[in-house]
């Protein structure tokens, strides 16, 4: 196993130039740093985690918020989570998860997900003395988040362009970015492409029997619409049951679309077409993004990034 002495031999620098080079490259001059990182790449060194954490008075902990209000199987939080741990595993560091809030606990920086308004204030106020990277969005922090506005402006826009002009909505009844951003992808597109569209706007908990019970109460009222758009795939599949118990058959009676893509979409019968969020890429992103703010102790620029969901077009369209 090489050493630090072995490689500062082998290319003619002292040990503390190649443990900058390890530990703070960017103070090291680019012609240096190339030579010492090729002979690190040579003989595969890996430096000591836990004794360059001491050295840089660190824990290698990464604190992750979840909240608490969901339940701890939950698809979407899982790819998320599983993208950070990959990732910091690689980098080594370690994750602490908690469903409650932060309370100062030991560790380099926090990862916080699923955040109300209130919790966005109190997140930029923590920021500005420790590494924090947003699942979502908070005011000057480092931010990532999936796009749905653009996920939903693009399913609706498809929806209106296949033809249909009486559409439904069924969104999330929570006070949320995401889903604001959703509902508002939705309006936006009905707005630019339909005008003259007859659509209405439903607001119901996420989850399949509130999905079912309010398409019921409505198909009871009326057997007009063409299209649902739902804000998710668990609201998709409620409007799915609601539809057969009517009789209506999905697509060819009745298109449905969802949104989130985690497995669900796969397994409902027909096959749910809807926007596949890239979870597990933003869970990396995420962990990237903190590491990066330890590095540079804090200092920003603190972006707000946002990636591009994609649509998958299955049966049910």
């Known amino acids: ?98 469903r409650t809030w932060y309370n100062n606990e030991d560790c380099d920086g926090c990862i916080f997900m699923g955040l109300s308004p209130e919790q966005e204030i109190e997140v930029a106020k923590l920021a500005k003395n420790k590494p924090v990277c947003v699942f979502g969005y908070a005011k000057d922090v480092m931010s990532i988040d999936i796009d749905n506005y653009a996920g939903l402006y693009k ?78 795939d668990d609201i998709a599949i409620g409007v799915m049951r609601a539809l057969k118990h009517h009789g209506l058959k999905v697509p060819k009676d009745v298109v449905v679309t969802g949104f989130d893509g985690l497995g669900t979409d796969e397994v409902a019968y027909p096959h749910l077409t809807t926007v596949r969020q890239p979870l597990y890429e933003a869970g990396r992103e995420l962990a990237s993004h903190i590491i990066e703010l330890i590095k540079r102790k804090n200092e920003g620029p603190y972006e707000y990034i946002l990636i591009q969901p994609r649509l998958v077009v299955r049966d049910t369209f």
């Open 155 to 232: 399913i609706t826009r498809r929806v209106l362009e296949r033809g249909f002009s009486n559409i439904v909505y069924v969104g999330i009844n929570q006070d949320q970015r995401f889903v604001y951003d959703r509902e508002k992808g939705f309006i936006d597109a009905v707005k630019e492409f339909r005008p003259d569209a007859k659509a209405k706007n439903l607001k119901v908990a996420n989850n399949d029997d509130d999905a079912y019970h309010i398409t019921n109460e409505l198909l009871i009222e009326t057997r007009e619409p063409q299209a649902f758009i739902c804000a998710s």
């Open 1 to 98: 196993m090489a050493t630090l002495k072995d490689i500062a031999r082998a290319t003619g620098f002292s040990t503390i130039t190649v443990s900058r080079v390890i530990n703070d490259p960017e103070k090291v001059r680019p012609e240096t740093r190339e030579i010492i990182q090729a002979e690190i790449e040579r003989v595969n060194f890996r430096p000591n985690v836990l004794a360059r954490a001491l050295v840089q008075r660190r824990t290698n902990i990464i604190f992750v918020y979840i909240p608490s209000g969901l339940k701890p199987n939950d698809l979407f939080f899982m790819n998320v989570v599983s993208g950070i741990a990959e990732y910091l595993g690689e980098q080594g560091y370690s994750l602490l998860i908690k």
